[in-house]
């Protein structure tokens, strides 16, 4: 327990450090290079199932949440098999935020779920109060809803799945939550979206692919700045057996997800890669200074297949890496093993 504590209290001085380093706040906060003393109102939103990487940065969600560094306003699912609102509520109630809100797609979208039925067994293990996607809201919805409440530039969004529920916020109409186009909300009320997608600096990479006409709709019209953490970041990032090697977490639905899935596949014999950790962390905790951003703009085509495009005053950005890979796998590695106050 000493170790850990040490550990976490290493990482927490680690942000501050790259906080500072980034100076005053300017176009690089925009793109997530620094953040402020208050905690980030947050959207988290994930496909939770078909991988298990979003487990991990659920558990980093909230580990942030705990450090006083992020608000999670609601966590949206983008995909809509049967079960994957009770999956998140798991959580969101292991970690003591059970009453965080949750949206589902209800109309066309992805309908798959993990091969290796981590969330039958952490269903039948741990405790939830949502059993059934129509107990929830549409995940568009709820953005409007959520969104409209909040301070103008001031919500992240970080998504590590589908695009699905955000192509639908951009294309909403006004409602009775607010007279603003879907568009002209997320203009107002978004800071920054960060999202794992992309394969750079070109390649097929599956939250883009697996719908495609999403990703081409937002990558082309969001209209805040965007940061992407690309297939290549995450790849190297192997996290999960520290996790799953410490005695002393019991009763952990994230370490029964790593120790289910992980001895079912050879290639994670070393961890699971992170590709979806590695967007909760810079987008909260910043990207300095493990990562430099090179702009530009992602392109996708209309077979799902995206590249990347430089430009020097690119609204979007992606990472490039800047510090050795380990450094942040410690990182990752720590904030999973987060346990709840």
């Known amino acids: 327990m000493i170790k850990r504590?040490?550990?976490?209290?290493?990482?927490?001085?680690?942000?501050?450090?790259?906080?500072r380093a980034t100076g005053e706040a300017g176009e690089s906060d925009a793109l997530g290079g620094a953040r402020g003393?208050?905690?980030?109102?947050?959207?988290?939103?994930?496909d939770m199932g078909p991988d298990y990487d979003d487990v991990g940065a659920i558990a980093l969600l909230h580990a942030f949440a705990d450090s006083g560094k992020a608000r999670i306003l609601a966590t949206m699912a983008s995909n809509k098999y049967e079960g994957v609102a009770a999956v998140i509520n798991v959580f969101n109630t292991y970690f003591h935020r059970a009453d965080i809100p949750i949206g589902v797609p209800k109309g066309a979208a992805?309908?798959?779920?993990?091969?290796?039925?981590?969330?039958?067994?952490?269903?039948?293990?741990?405790p939830h109060a949502i059993r059934k996607n129509s107990e929830v809201p549409d995940a568009v919805v709820l953005y409007r809803r959520i969104l409209v409440g909040q301070p103008d530039h001031s919500v992240v969004i970080i998504t590590v799945g589908f695009l699905t529920n955000l192509a639908g916020l951009l294309q909403s109409p006004a409602d009775g939550y607010s007279s603003l186009s879907g568009l002209?909300?997320?203009?107002?009320k978004v800071r920054q979206l960060v999202?794992?997608?992309?394969?750079f600096p070109e390649g097929?990479?599956?939250?883009?692919?697996?719908d495609s006409t999403a990703s081409r709709y937002v990558v082309a019209h969001w209209p805040t700045p965007v940061l992407y953490s690309g297939f290549e970041i995450g790849v190297k990032i192997k996290c999960g057996l520290p996790l799953v090697r410490d005695v002393s977490i019991q009763n952990s639905p994230v370490k029964d997800v790593f120790r289910i899935s992980l001895p079912q596949a050879a290639d994670d014999s070393a961890g699971r890669s992170s590709w979806?950790?590695?967007?909760?962390?810079?987008?909260?905790?910043?990207?300095?200074?493990?990562?430099?951003?090179?702009?530009?703009?992602?392109?996708?085509?209309?077979?799902?297949?995206?590249?990347?495009?430089?430009?020097a005053d690119g609204r979007q950005a992606r990472l490039v890496e800047a510090r050795p890979v380990a450094e942040v796998q410690a990182i990752i590695n720590g904030l999973m093993g987060h346990q709840p106050r």
């Open 204 to 210: 097929w990479e599956f939250n883009v692919f697996k």
């Open 184 to 188: 002209e909300l997320v203009k107002r």
């Open 110 to 126: 992805v309908d798959q779920r993990d091969t290796q039925h981590w969330t039958d067994s952490i269903l039948t293990r741990y």
């Open 37 to 46: 003393a208050d905690p980030l109102p947050v959207i988290f939103d994930t």
């Open 5 to 19: 504590l040490l550990l976490m209290g290493w990482m927490m001085m680690t942000f501050v450090y790259a906080q």
């Open 276 to 311: 979806d950790e590695t967007a909760v962390l810079v987008g909260i905790g910043g990207y300095q200074p493990y990562y430099t951003v090179r702009r530009g703009q992602m392109l996708v085509a209309v077979n799902g297949s995206d590249r990347w495009e430089d430009s």
């Open 195 to 199: 999202s794992m997608a992309g394969k």
